[in-house]
Every structure is written in C-alpha cells, then in structure tokens.
C-alpha cells in the first residue's frame, strides 16, 4: 500500500530526463510499410457527426481517475455500447492474454516529434488521426504551422526546444485527456488511468481496456516513465525518462501491445514502431497514466 | 544483493518468465535460491545459453559494490582493471558522481552539480578521462555543459563545452572518449547534427561531419558514427581516420554491410550491434571472416539493447542482463530481471534493480574478465571462422 502512494504520488515532467546513466548508439529506422487495418470496425461510430470542435480554451474537463476499477459514466456508457456491439473483451491474464481477441490494430500514424519536448504534441496528434478526430494548425514563434504546433498550444507543452518548459509537463496530463475528449471524432469517452503498480488488476485492465479501445477503432495514449537499469522502450538510452506514446493495437491475445513512438527524432536508435510485452509495458507507465 | 521481503515481489513477477523459460535456465547471482530461470537460445541464434557457473557468481560477489541504505547508485564506467567504477551515487534526493575503489569501500566525489542542475546522459571514459554532463532543465534536450575529470589526479572536473540554446530538433546528447579525445552529435538549424571532436589537451573543438546522423563512437583511432540520407531513413556506418580528424576510412566489409545499425558498441577489435528490430544480436571482430549471431529473440516479447564489449565478453540487456564469452560460444544470464551494463578494457559493470518500485535501490557489482573463466561449450559448438581481414587502427 505504501508502495502504492508513493508511485502516484510521484510527479514530474513528459519528454523529460532526470539523472542519466549509460547511453545509446545507432542509426534511424525505417518505418514498416504495411499499414494496419481497425479490426472490429463498428458502424455505430460511423454514423457519428465529426463537429467543429471547440478550441483551445473550449476543451472539456479532465475525466481522469485514479485507480484501475474505476471508470468515469462516460466511459462506463462507452463500453456498454462496445458490450452491444458484442466487441468487448473477456477475462485476461498477463500471461496467457485476453480470450476476446487475437490481435487488432488501427491506423499506424506515427510522426517525429517536432521538437525535443513535443511528445505530448505529437502522440496526440498520432492518436486523434486513429480517431478520425478534429486536428489544427498551429504556429510557435517562426516555425511554420503545423499539426503538432496546433496540439502543442492545446495542451500548453510550450516552444520547440523551450528550455524550463518541463516538456509536456504533470500539469498537461490532464490536458491530454481533455483535449483527447474534445477532439475525438468518436463521440466517446476518454479516461486517463493513473497506474500505482506494475502488478496484478493494473496489468489485466490494461488488458481488457487495450483490447475494447483498439476494437472499436480508438487509439489511446500513455507515459511512460523509466527509470535506469529498469525496462525502457524500444532503442531508449538506460535513462530516467519521462514520455508520452501512442498505443495503435495488440497481438497474442493482447499479451502483446503495439506501439507508436515519437522519439525517433530524440533518438536516433528508437523505432517508429515497437512491440511489446504488455507486463512489461505497464511497467514501464506505471507511476504515470494512461489513455483509453 | 536482492533484499529478502523485495526480492520476493521481484521473484513473485519474475515467475511468469520462469514459465515461460522452456530449457537452459540459469542462475541469478549472490541470490540464496536459484531464481532465474534464463532463455533457450532459440533456433536462430549461434551461442547457447548456459548456467552460470559458480566461478562467475563468486566473482560477481566478490565485485559487489557495498550500498548505504538509502543510497541508490548507477555505475556509469569502470576502470580497465575493474579496480575503480564510477556511479551516480544518489543520498537523500542529492546526486554527485563518484568514483568507487577497493572494492567499493572508498568513495570519493567527484562533482556535485549546483541546485536546479542535473546530471545528463553524456557519460564516457578512455581509462583516464571520465567525461559527463549536466543539464538546468529536466527535458530530454535542453541546455546542456560537457566536463572532464582526470582520474589520473592532474585536473579537477572543469567544463570544456557548453550549449546554451539547442535547436528544437537536437538529439539528446551523447559521448564517446578515447586518448583524450571526446566526440559528440550536436543539434544544428537545418535539421541535422554536427559531429565534434574535442581534444581535452589542446583544448580544440573542430566539426567533422555535419549531415543526419547518429551517435559517433570511437573504434580505436578511427570515428564511426550511422548516417542517413535523411531522418528516418536507412543509415548506414562511415568512418574518419586519425580520431576524426583524417580521411574516410574504408570500415572491414562486415562492417560496411550492416543495415541500420542499433546500439552500436566496440572497443576498437570486438564489435556488437543490434538488428533493426532489436531481436537479434551480432558480434565481429578483427580477424573474423564475417559477422556471428550471438542471440535471436522473439522482438514482440524480448530487445536486444545496451550492448557493451570487454575483451572476449559482450554484453546485453533485454528483460535481464546477459554476458556472451566469445571464447565458448555461449552466454548467461548475470541478473534477475532487467539492468544495465558497462565495460571498459576488460571489465564489466553490472547494476540491476532490487525491486520493481521505481526510485528504490539496486545491487551492483564489477568483474574483471580474467576472473570469468571460459563459459561451458555447447554442444555442436564450433570455431570462430578466420579470415584475413585488415585490423582497425587502434590507439
């Protein structure tokens, strides 16, 4: 328990590095080019109306919670339509996966981050095009406007390369979620997960909500926070590192998690794609949060 | 060592890759019960996997790093000995860098950065020079100063590069460091990096190469770094003779073919690289005829990533920690799960997590390579193919 409290209570920056140790070398990869296909497509969400979102300051109110058994009424209402659709997942187990699915992938749409503490910029971006969802253009200073410019302001990460802006910051993970719900193109719910521990009910949530999201055709979003000597994300240096990733599908029955990574621009040796054990994934958010 | 009531939540997780190991398992080191159930070295691989035998645990016992209670430390170098390493020694939320000698029970600091400063990821060694950064902010890029210190006791760490304003698209930074010479990519305005080469005794900055590039190192005299036509696209290794500094250098045909190197690493004769996936682990070195496969994991579940090379040992880190002996064709599991490595001349140093809660303490330890005898052969186990290929220049 008090294990518990002391990762949530843990607080800092995304796109961000504290006390460094070892490092990396190679070269940039290639992006796969096969692109994936939404498994479970569902009409219902077709027939949605895409609406002129709101701007910047319009966004509605962060919908996070803070435990893995919670969810807000309007995610709970989201899954019930899910449960209808008849896409929802069933019991799964870290180690042998969900029985609701074998695999399932949306748009692969993964970009560089424009700037070095734009991950949250860009995996927004990155999630909001699997979502068919509402994207702007944005200017900072002289740059030219661009997707990542326009989500940048959304969610207050600050200027390219801004040095003292944290990154996207503790404070825009709140954001995110407000502007994945305002921009969405599904009508749907967003919640943000805060995840206490990388063991148990956290894993197999993680699980079942992967599964559900990616059926119905959503993205979702995550932090990650790594620690040295613990598990990092594919070609990331043995660092403290703090960063927002998109989350495009699952394999093996979801014991696999397939992921979007717009580092490729801070590292040269991460992928643009990655898979991923999913108990390790959740490792690596845990004391962060993720988006479904 | 893994603490009793942590390592058993440790244990309790690391269950699940015990079920999932078919054969060939391992033991964890410096721990009361045989814990670690390694890998198969799986069909595409050349090396096995091997327990590790009891000559190793007992020297990775004996190059255990003593640990305060509450002191968390990070080995970022070792001497080429293994008599001293060099380790973000975190106390009560404070940082310094320090260099550890006899066996751990000397500690001696190095620096201590001003508050609201933090220790980067720059760090390297040549065996004398011990080179590292520091940062005022905590984003992955950010304004960022170079240090030396001379473990040879002749100057204190002073600061000898600095970047005020990095462009957006900088990467993060990182060193390389061999006869007094340091090398690093830095981030220019149009997008790609310039790679410098700073020699710590005439006090001389030049810029090399300015095109997309990825980590510079140091192999011997010559500098190697991936470069691309344009960011992510393909890169392939090019070379510089004379520490950077003379013509290009034709690179050993294995070399030269190698595809979007990942996690380059050499000391100048061995060199260890990961495939573009990171599942598949290669190894050349001077004399050989072509590349070996070291290891082959399945990517969606495994990586191959933070190699380091001592001697005839190669190291690798994916969800544990493993050493390849070159002399024997096999390698072993040396932690329970995760951690990180470091090697300089012939020795390696090994830190891993002693629970999965982030932030808490780590088991470290330092071996030398002559205290690792040869790992068991593995059955069908062949020569390493000779040919007569041209030696890198060293220094």
Redesign the interface.
Known sequence: ME?IK??TA?V??A?????????????????PAAIGSATGYDPYYQLKIQLDRPGADGFAADRGTQTPYVMSAGKAAALKAHTRLGVTPHSCN??TGCTGGVAGSVAMTQQ?Q????WCGPASLVETLRQDGGYIGSGTWGT?RATAQGWAARVLGTGY??G?????TGWNQQDAFSSALNSYNNHGGYYDKVSVGS??GDYVTDFMTRMESDINTGWGMAAVA?E??????L??H???T???FFNIYGY??SAS?TKYEDS???????V??Y????T??LV?II??RQYYW | MVGSTTGSRLRA?FL?AV??CASACTTAPHHPQPVAAGRPSSSGGDFCSVDTPREWTTAEAVGLLPHAKNEIV???AVSADGSASYA?D?IGGA?SLVQFTDHGRHKHTIFTPPAGT???????FDGRWLIFST?????????WKLYAWDSAGHLGPHEFAHED????????L??STTAGKVTWAQGIADGGQAIHVFDLVSGRDRVVRQA????P?FAGTTLVW???AA??????LKALSDYGLGAPYDLPEPLRRIG??????TDGVTWA??S???GTLYAWRTGWADSETIHTTD?????V??MAVAGDLVTW?G?ATYIADLRSHSFTRVTPA???S?AFGKAIGV???DT????GT?TDFVVKEAALPPLPNCAGWRAVPQGAVANLPTS
């Open positions: 294990r002391r990762l843990i800092g920056a796109c961000a590095l504290a006390t460094g140790v070892g490092g990396v070398a190679g070269a940039a990869a290639s992006a870290p180690y560089g424009e700037a070095n503490n740059s390219p390369g040095s003292g802006t944290g990154g990388p063991y926070y620690v040295p000597n613990g598990p990092h594919v070609g240096p043995n660092s590192i703090y960063h394999d093996d696999t580092a490729t621009t801070v590292w040269s040796s992928p643009p990655s898979n991923y054990n108990s390790t490792e845990s004391g | 997780v699940g079920l999932l990070s080995t970022v973000a975190s940082t933090y220790f980067g990821a720059g760090y390297s940062t005022t902010v905590q984003d992955v890029v950010g304004p304003d990095p462009v957006p698209t900088s990467r993060a990182q060193t997309h590039v990825g980590r190192l991936p470069e691309a960011p992510d696209t393909p890169a392939r979007e190197p990942q996690n380059l690493a690289w990961a573009p996936d990171f990517a969606r579940h495994d990586h990533e933070w880190t969800n995760y951690g990180g470091v830190g891993y997590p999965l809660d982030k932030g780590e």
